[in-house]
T-cell receptor, first 113, second 108 residues
């Protein structure tokens, strides 16, 4: 069965520090991969997606993610975080294309001033 | 994507319909529930009017899609374990899925 694992439930980083959020997936075919962000009281916003091609994808708000097939990973990175990045981040794999999603458990990001 | 209501309190055994609407002419619509530590889990999925498919956790729920732009989630007899945040998504083909702001449901 398809699954997504986000090993870190909660991460705290200092403002200006670099960030990496981990995501591992289990899926038999070539995956469609997504990172969404949810700010407090808000809906989900797409940060970036990978369908095919270049394995390093750029997203909004300065985020990027790298697809590594050999490691079944799709980790999210940002070189310097801002206080406004505090939110919950969800990794997801698309089953039957991009419209049926299996989500990870989420990683809550706290930013220290 | 819009969802109504934003918040609802129900008593055990009551029925409730959560509404979702989109104005982007998307053929795909879906319902997820979000619980702490579990992420989002797919309840039902629809790929066309009157067409639906069960997701991972359909028990206790039903859905209705009479028009392309609307997808309703129905709780026939609410139970306390259905207390959750419900998110509706919509999309087209291989494009991005968009999500509504959610409906927070509390069943007492």
């Amino acid at each position: 069965a398809q699954s997504v694992t986000q090993p870190d439930i909660h991460i705290t980083v200092s403002e200006g520090a670099s960030l990496e959020l981990r995501c591992n997936y289990s899926y038999g075919a070539t995956p469609y991969l997504f990172w969404y962000v949810q700010s407090p009281g808000q809906g989900l916003q797409l940060l970036l997606k990978y369908f095919s091609g270049d394995t390093l994808v750029q997203g909004i708000k300065g985020f990027e993610a790298e697809f590594k097939r050999s490691q079944s990973s799709f980790n999210l990175r940002k070189p310097s975080v801002h206080w406004s990045d505090a939110a919950e981040y969800f990794c997801a794999v698309g089953v039957q294309g991009a419209q049926k999603l299996v989500f990870g458990q989420g990683t809550r990001l706290t930013i220290n001033p | 994507v819009t969802q109504t209501p934003k918040f609802q309190v129900l008593k055990t055994g009551q029925s409730m319909t959560l509404q979702c609407a989109q104005d982007m002419n998307h053929e795909y619509m879906s319902w997820y529930r979000q619980d702490p530590g579990l992420g989002l889990r797919l309840i039902y999925f629809s790929y066309d009017v009157k067409m639906k498919e069960k997701g991972d956790i359909p028990e206790g729920y039903s859905v209705s899609r009479e028009k392309k732009e609307r997808f309703s989630l129905i709780l026939e007899s609410a139970s306390t374990n259905q207390t959750s945040m419900y998110l509706c998504g919509s999309g087209r083909g291989q494009e991005t899925q968009y999500f509504g702001p959610g409906t927070r449901l509390l069943v007492l």
